[in-house]
């Protein structure tokens, strides 16, 4: 029996919801998902390397990129660019795995009309103010960030109903088994599975 092509599952959230965190966990649980690795225009921070946290690309080579279609999305954020490579994402896929993205609202939107078979997730927080605790407990950002941040949440959290799934991480086991139920759920529709000389036998 050969493979069915991989998913492609796009993650969406406000920053400080946990996305990251259950996107490790899926992964950590389940070899056959990998996490689609960006191009980006940003420095590589000292502990960052190339091909394994980003692409690390000049800004000339982005563009080039841009221009010549190969990227799913593409977005600039803080004056830097980042992007979805089309070539490695269909690699993983044709090779039968899951690849996952974990990216906003506008570069799903983008890839919703390149891709129209993706998956998407948007994972919400229990509630303001977990969301505000969270981001103070990272204690990355100061309080005039924070602010921003739970604003930009709000404009994020708004185009929730674009997505397949909604997903609220209250309780961190419950929201990764949920996202591993939707995983298992996408893989198991009828159209998605190659059963054809299995089929053919039952009903010969």
């Known amino acids: 029996m050969s493979s069915a092509e991989g998913l492609l599952v796009m993650i969406s959230a406000a920053s400080g919801t946990g996305k990251t965190s259950l996107v490790a966990g899926l ?5 056959n998902i990998v996490v689609s690795i960006s191009h980006t225009t940003r420095p590589r921070r000292p502990k960052e390397q190339d091909g394994v946290d ?15 279609g190969g990227f799913l999305e593409h977005a600039k954020v ?6 979805t490579s089309v070539e490695a994402v269909q690699a993983e896929r044709a090779d039968g795995r899951d690849i996952i993205l974990e990216i906003d609202w506008q570069g ?13 997730v948007f994972v919400l927080p229990p509630s303001k103010a977990a969301l505000k605790d969270r981001l103070v407990a990272r204690g990355e950002d100061a309080p005039d960030i924070i602010e921003t941040r739970l604003n930009e949440a709000q404009e994020e959290m708004s185009h929730h ?13 419950t929201a990764l088994a949920d996202l591993q139920a939707i995983v298992r759920t996408e893989r ?8 054809q000389s299995l089929v053919d036998d039952l009903l010969s």
């Open 161 to 173: 109903l674009e997505f397949d799934y909604l997903l609220v991480n209250d309780d961190f086991p």
């Open 78 to 83: 803080f004056g830097y660019c980042y992007g």
């Open 108 to 120: 799903a939107e983008q890839v919703r009309k390149l891709v129209p078979g993706a998956v998407s």
């Open 27 to 31: 992964t950590r649980a389940d070899p």
């Open 54 to 68: 980003y692409y690390f690309v000049d800004a000339t080579a982005f563009h080039e990129m841009v221009e010549n």
């Open 188 to 195: 198991l529709k009828s159209g998605r599975q190659v059963h």
